[in-house]
């Protein structure tokens, strides 16, 4: 379903958003360390659909080099979730958004390399230009949402190394593993109107660490 990047697809998912309860935090807080992520929904192409950014990180960068991401990052001291989603989204994109940009959150993710990661769904205002800074972006990619919401984009595999299923998105040649498939997923699900669940879905291997 092509969605504009208008006012009305705005307050609809913003509505959906509303509508998800979100899992209270599980455990002790300071055994995992806080990070959040920008689900941020701006206009891609000739007819301004809405679309989630998607970046290819930056091959220079100290951990995951190189691979597909939302924008986001470590949380500061003192720093919400909602706070450090929007420093990282400015300094990744230069995107600079206030609290009324976001639209909701979603379900915290913890990773294997010792993260739990806070989604938090904005709206990229639409004079609000995207800079990627090249330090941390390698490129940026608008995912229109009805391309997350197709029958084929997202699969589950098996691995040796786990019980748990492999979540993966299919995007164009490439495939994009969790936690960005898992938020992804979760996110399409919400806009589905459905509670689904993605803390046990499992990242491949190689981002264990």
Known sequence: MMRPFDDATRRNIASACAAFARLPDDG???ALKRAAVAIALAA???????ALLLTLRASNLRTHRGQWALPGGRCDAGETPVEAALRELEEELGLR??????LGL???YPTRSGYLITPV??????SAPIVPNPDEVASVHPIALDT???EDAFDFVAIPESTRRVIRFHHEASLIHAPTAAL???FREV?????????ELEQPVFAWK
Not at 191 to 199: C, F, M, Q
């Open 28 to 30: 002790d807080p300071r």
């Open 121 to 126: 769904v904005v709206w990229a205002v639409p």
């Open 106 to 108: 979603l379900d915290d």
């Open 44 to 50: 891609a192409g000739e007819e301004r659909d809405t």
């Open 184 to 186: 992804i997923y979760q």
């Open 97 to 102: 958004l206030a609290a009324d940009a976001v």
């Open 148 to 150: 997350i919401e197709r």
């Open 191 to 199: 806009l589905a109107g459905r509670a689904t669940r993605v803390a």
